[in-house]
Every structure is written in structure tokens, then in C-alpha cells.
């Protein structure tokens, strides 16, 4: 094998590489359970009422259009969220500090039920059982309007509902600089009988929005995290063959997508059923039940649970729940890109930009691998130098392959070169590429932020394509370093190559691009002394043989 057939193995070894781990990523099993099997796996110590299978559930019939009732506006330091009067459910919510997608100034909406919107995303909550009200009932209020004063950490916003004897106070609670929102239910029991409802906490979602693009298809789906079963996600697609029925004592379930996550975070030591259900064609719903217990007449009991809706900052996801944090999915390559991304966010608090941060990372790589790719260029350097004297040994052999193969060992040997030398370093760098490729693609810190000049959102493509212009040249200059294949065919394929990558680089992210370009920067350079050293110590060597 010449180091033409080793370049292309590795390049396709790579390509192949990524396709399968965005592959594992689109196609992770998970633990479900069908409608008939939930009755297998109920604990026994929980009340029948606290199936989610009991839930009062959206009518599949009327999913697309949700009773608006009236609105309660809400605005917070994070948020302006609305919550609807039916139900309590919080139908939309703004991101103050997250611009929406594109060019626009506009702020980026998370959740939303606007009928002229493809996308159908919100956040409910009720009880089961002694004719409690549950996410269809009404509620009132007597402010339509909050707004978090100056200088005030929480703002709470209270819904009531009464009869039958039951009163029930529904409480957002908002608490300043973080993205959690309390929800809190305070139920008086004045029927003079014991009641012992259920509550439970969903997220519907659509199955067609945020679904990403053709050439960077991102994951939207459910996702929950147990200390036993660890972070999963489950596709659309798996919720419509069959329901998820988990019982816990710890986790969180929800919705994530690119960037962005929501999820219910029940109190820890409670007795949990995670469920997910399919409610219309395009709609389904993830979500927790649990038992709130008896409550005696003329009791009154209090249970909460906490929304996070907001980024996949690390931070945030850390603070909200363990395995939070998983919801930022580097896909099989998590142990190595954590790291990387600790080291990334290091880089930037000192500097402040996150394209120089990337610039620096790539040059810490760089530098960290700079013996191991030193043994690739020093393999393709004695091959380039070699170049001459194999193309005379296929001359002299012509189309006799084994007396040519026989000729170019002997000559390998005699030289003290292993033409697969370099293969080894430069395989062990692949996980790292990938996954600092992972971190680039999926850290929401990234997006829209600024680099310099035309570059105003590393997250987005290059508005002018001269990064993938500029990437496409380097690789170009890499190709004219390496030595030339005595193979048409392979000389075509390694002249194409520049040009295929960078098409394919025009649709993927300014940073990730920026990332490419500087590694290919860096490379040249090494490559390109590793060459001129070689080549000195060749024509030292010619010197010495005619003395």
C-alpha cells in the first residue's frame, strides 16, 4: 500500500466514521413499553388513577387547536412566556436572551400554540381523580399581567380553581438568572371526604418542527435521564410504535432539539411513572405522573415540580438536575468531548471570543499531537522523496505486480521506511476531530456569536463562503506537499477531493469550518519542514555516497 492508498483509506475511514456516529445518533434503541405490557409493570402501591394511561390527554380530534382561553402575560430578566387560563399550560415562551434563527434582531421562541405556526410546543400540568382539574378545566386569576420588579429574585403567578369543596392553586414560580421555573399546587380538601388524586406533568410537542436541515439534520425528539438507565432519547417515531412506561424514583424527562431543551424535574424520592404517548399523527407527548397521596378533609397538601425550558448551557443544565447535562448529546465521543468543551469555554473566559478560542484549541491540538503527526509526514516525506526512484521500478517491471511489489519492499527495507509508519498516529487523532466536530455542531454558546468581520454567528454558515473558499485551497497545498500517485486514478481522486470538501463545508458552521481551515493551516506548515528537512537529509546522504 503507498501513501497515496493510506491517505484515501483514512479520508474515507473518517467520512465513515462520522456517517455512522451520526447514524448511532439518529438510531439509538430504547426501553419502551407497549399499551398491553403497562398493566404488567404498574406498581402495585400505586393508585390505578396514576396510570398515564389515565391521563385526560388532548383531544386527538381537536390537537391542532388548543382552547386559547385567556392569557396571562409573564415577563422576567429570561423570559416572556404567556400561560393560557385553560388548563394553567404555559403555551408560549420567549428566550430574552437568545436571538431567534437567522438575521432577524427578534428574540428566539421556544414554545408556542399560534395557529398560523407549523410548530405545536407546551408545557402542562393536572390532577387525576376527584374530579380535579386537569390541563382542559379552566382556572382564573385575578392579574392578567407580571412583571419581575427591580432588584426582586422570583416573581410567582397564581391560577385558582374551585369545586366540589376542592380548591387548587396552580404557582409559577420564576426565579431571577435561572431557567427553572416551579410549579407548584396547593390543594385544600373542604368536601369532607378523603380524596387521594394524582398529578401528572407533560410536554407536547409536534413531530415536524426544528428538525434541522438536510445537510446538518439535528436530533428533536423525547430524552429522559435515570441514575439506573442514564441519559436516552427517543425519536417521534419510536413513541408511535409503542409508549414508554418507566418507573423511578430520580430523572427527568423531556423534549430537547438543537440548542435547546425542556424538561420536568419531579422531587427526588418521589414514585414516578415517565410516559410518552402518541395523540395525534403529528403530536405526541412525554411526561411524569405520580401519587400526591391521601389527603384528609380539611387537609391541605402541596406538591411541586420544576420546569427547565431554556438553552443547553452547561451551567444551567448542571445546576437544574443531575444528567441534565447530557442533554448537549456528543453522541459515543462524550468521554472526549466534555473535556474539549471545558477547555474550549476555558480559553474563551480569558480571551472573550469564541473564534479565537477555537483557534487556540486547534493550536493546543496541534501542538498535543505534534509527534504523532510528525511520524505521518515523516512516512509521506521519505515517500515523496522516493517518488522517482519507485516510478522507475514500475517502468522496469512494467505490468509484472509481484516482481514490482518484491522490488519495492527490498527498497522500503533497504531504506529503512515503513510505508504504513504513519497510518497508526494518524488514526488515534480521529476520535478527537470528531468529537470536537460534536462540540462545535451542538454547543448553544456558539450561536450567534461573533468572530470578526462578516462572521457575526459562528454557528451559521459563511454568508460569503470564504472560509470554505480558503479551506479548500489549504487542501489544495496539502495535496501538492504529498507525494504524487503514480495511479490516474488516484491523482484524479486526490485532485477532486479539495473541491468535494468544500462544497460540502459551504453549508456547515463558520466555527467548525474556522476549525478545519487552521488545522489545515498548521498542518501545512509542519508537513511543509518535514518535507524540507527530509529532502536535506536525502541529497546529504547522495553526497556522501559519491565521496
Same mark, same amino acid.
Given at each position: ?226 441514575? %439506573? ?9 419510536? +413513541? #408511535?410504535?409503542?409508549?414508554? @412506561? &418507566? *418507573?423511578? $424514583?430520580? !430523572? ?122 510528525? %511520524? ?9 522523496? +522516493? #517518488?522517482?526512484?519507485?516510478? @522507475? &521500478? *514500475?517502468? $522496469?517491471? !512494467? ?141 546529504? *546522504? ?6
Amino acid at each position: 500500500m503507498d501513501i497515496k492508498r493510506l491517505i484515501i483509506f483514512v479520508v474515507f475511514s473518517f467520512s465513515i466514521l462520522m456517517l455512522w456516529d451520526a447514524w448511532q445518533a439518529k438510531n439509538q434503541p430504547v426501553n419502551v413499553v407497549s399499551e398491553t405490557a403497562n398493566a404488567a409493570v404498574v406498581d402495585a402501591s400505586l393508585p390505578a388513577a396514576s396510570s398515564a394511561a389515565d391521563i385526560n390527554t388532548v383531544d386527538v380530534n381537536n390537537v391542532e387547536k388548543l382552547a386559547p382561553g385567556e392569557r396571562i402575560k409573564v415577563n422576567t430578566d429570561l423570559y416572556k412566556a404567556e400561560i393560557s387560563t385553560i388548563g394553567g399550560d404555559l403555551r408560549h415562551l420567549t428566550l430574552n436572551k437568545h436571538r431567534a434563527d437567522g438575521k432577524g434582531e427578534g428574540r428566539f421562541v421556544l414554545m408556542d400554540d399560534a395557529a398560523e405556526n407549523s410548530m405545536l410546543y407546551v408545557a402542562q400540568s393536572g390532577l387525576i381523580g376527584a374530579d380535579l382539574p386537569n390541563h382542559k378545566t379552566v382556572f382564573t386569576s385575578e392579574v392578567n399581567n407580571y412583571s419581575m420588579q427591580t432588584g426582586a429574585d422570583e416573581l410567582k403567578v397564581t391560577l385558582s380553581w374551585a369545586g366540589n369543596g376542592l380548591t387548587v392553586d396552580k404557582i409559577y414560580t420564576f426565579h431571577r438568572g435561572q431557567y427553572e421555573i416551579e410549579v407548584t399546587h396547593v390543594i385544600h380538601n373542604a368536601s369532607g371526604i378523603e380524596v387521594t388524586p394524582s398529578i401528572y406533568y407533560q410536554i407536547t410537542h409536534d413531530s415536524e418542527s426544528n428538525q434541522g436541515s438536510a445537510f446538518m439534520p439535528t436530533f428533536t425528539g423525547g430524552a429522559y435521564y435515570t441514575d %439506573a438507565d442514564k441519559f436516552k432519547k427517543i425519536k417521534f417515531t419510536d +413513541m #408511535a410504535d409503542a409508549n414508554l @412506561s &418507566l *418507573k423511578t $424514583k430520580d !430523572g427527568w424527562i423531556g423534549i430537547i432539539q438543537h440548542y435547546f431543551a425542556s424538561a420536568w424535574i419531579p422531587k427526588a424520592g418521589t414514585q414516578d411513572e415517565f410516559y410518552t404517548k402518541q395523540l395525534a399523527d403529528n403530536l405526541y407527548a412525554v411526561g411524569v405522573v405520580n401519587p400526591v397521596g391521601k389527603i384528609a378533609p380539611d387537609a391541605t397538601t402541596e406538591i411541586s415540580a420544576t420546569l427547565f425550558s431554556g438553552p443547553q448551557t452547561e451551567t444551567d443544565l448542571e445546576a437544574a438536575a443531575p444528567g441534565l447535562e447530557y442533554a448537549v448529546d456528543y453522541g459515543w465521543l462524550t468521554i472526549i468531548a466534555k473535556p474539549l468543551f471545558w477547555l474550549l469555554s476555558k480559553i474563551h473566559g480569558f480571551i472573550g471570543n469564541w473564534g479565537v478560542a477555537i483557534i487556540i484549541l486547534t493550536i493546543m491540538l496541534k501542538a498535543a499531537f505534534f509527534k504523532l503527526s510528525a %511520524a505521518s509526514y515523516r512516512s509521506m516525506a521519505h515517500m515523496r522523496e +522516493m #517518488a522517482p526512484r519507485m516510478q @522507475s &521500478l *514500475k517502468e $522496469k517491471f !512494467g505490468d509484472d505486480k509481484q516482481k514490482l511489489q518484491q522490488a519495492m519492499m527490498e527498497m522500503y527495507r533497504k531504506e529503512k521506511i515503513n510505508p504504513l509508519s504513519g497510518c497508526l498516529p494518524i488514526l488515534v487523532q480521529i476520535p478527537v476531530f470528531i468529537a470536537l466536530y460534536w462540540v462545535l455542531l451542538g454547543s448553544v454558546e456558539l450561536r450567534h456569536a461573533p468572530f470578526f468581520g462578516w462572521i457575526t454567528d459562528l454557528s451559521a454558515k459563511d454568508p460569503y463562503y470564504i472560509l470554505p473558499i480558503l479551506m479548500g485551497a489549504s487542501m489544495i497545498v496539502q495535496t501538492y506537499l504529498n507525494p504524487a500517485p503514480a495511479d490516474p486514478l488516484q491523482a484524479k481522486v486526490m485532485k477532486i477531493m479539495p473541491v468535494v470538501f468544500s462544497i460540502f463545508f459551504f453549508f456547515f458552521p463558520a466555527g467548525l469550518v474556522l476549525y478545519w481551515l487552521v488545522n489545515n493551516i498548521l498542518s501545512i506548515a509542519q508537513q511543509w519542514y518535514i518535507n524540507k528537512t527530509i529532502h536535506a537529509e536525502t541529497l546529504a *546522504k547522495k553526497g556522501s555516497a559519491k565521496r
